[in-house]
Structures are given as structure tokens and as C-alpha cells.
């Protein structure tokens, strides 16, 4: 068995469509990763997909709403990594090489904190990414600029 390299952990509330997508995309990277997915009490089909779609995924659901913020750091203590991803269940990696060249970039001594430099806008219907690399690129995640991003 591999080693995971890092954790991703998901805070998730009544967005069971949403966190498949997620979890789908996070589970294509390109190095081996942990997944956690915090569960704010969701009333919405979350708890049967992940006990039916997802049962190897590390799952804890609250009895009720703490808010993000709880289930991030309560999703951190279950980590057994020693970097760890936060991430919202609408938060896509459109490369499977974002874990990678991130963990990459923190291995240099001159980095103290990285964001995640994921660009999608939904407006309209119309998905707005700004990159100067295909998705598939190793060099996916150096971004030109960021709308927001999450601290790695």
C-alpha cells in the first residue's frame, strides 16, 4: 500500500452534487492522497452517497450545523498527514497534478504558505478560466492571476 502524500479535507452542507464532483476529481491526482469529507449535517442525499459511492473515503457527519470553519479543523485533527488540503465541496482540481506541484513548491525552504491557484467563475452559465497552461499541464497550477484560493 502507498503512502499518501497529503489530506484532502472537504466541509460539506446539503451539496451532495457538488462534493461528487469533488471527491471524482480529487481522487484523479496524479500522487496519493488521503480524502476527508466533514459533513455539517447535511439533510440531502450526502450521508447515502458517501456510505453507497464512496466508502473508502474517511466520512464524519454532525448531528448539526457547527459551521465550516469547525469542520475544517475538526477534519485537520483526523488527518495523518502532515500537509493537509482544506477545501470547500465546490472546489474542483481541474489538474490531476495540483496535489503534486504543490507539494513540490512546499518543499522548498523560501516558501512559507501557498494558495491553491484555481480560477472558476460560474456567470451566466459560462465558466470563465484564466491559465496560461491546459489543465493537463505539470505546470497547471502557476496561475497569471486569482479571483480566490485557499491557503495550502
Known amino acids: 500500500m502507498t503512502q499518501s502524500s497529503a489530506t484532502i479535507v472537504f466541509s460539506?452542507?446539503?451539496?451532495?452534487?457538488?462534493?461528487?464532483?469533488?471527491?471524482?476529481?480529487?481522487?484523479?491526482?496524479?500522487?496519493?492522497?488521503?480524502?476527508?469529507?466533514?459533513?455539517?449535517?447535511?439533510?440531502?442525499?450526502?450521508?447515502d452517497m458517501m456510505t453507497h459511492e464512496f466508502p473508502e473515503i474517511q466520512y464524519h457527519r454532525s448531528t448539526h450545523n457547527k459551521g465550516p470553519c469547525y469542520q475544517r479543523n475538526q477534519g485537520i485533527k483526523f488527518a495523518k498527514t502532515e500537509i493537509v488540503f482544506p477545501l470547500d465541496d465546490d472546489s474542483i482540481l481541474n489538474s490531476p497534478f495540483t496535489i503534486e506541484q504543490t507539494l513540490k513548491e512546499l518543499s522548498d525552504d523560501r516558501i512559507g504558505a501557498i494558495a491553491i491557484p484555481f480560477i472558476n467563475i460560474l456567470q451566466d452559465s459560462i465558466v470563465w478560466t484564466q491559465s496560461r497552461y491546459p489543465p493537463t499541464s505539470r505546470n497547471a497550477s502557476l496561475r497569471t492571476a486569482w479571483a480566490a484560493a485557499t491557503k495550502a
Open 12 to 47: 460539506t452542507y446539503n451539496r451532495a452534487d457538488l462534493l461528487r464532483k469533488a471527491i471524482h476529481a480529487a481522487k484523479q491526482q496524479s500522487v496519493p492522497i488521503d480524502i476527508i469529507v466533514m459533513d455539517d449535517a447535511s439533510t440531502d442525499e450526502t450521508p
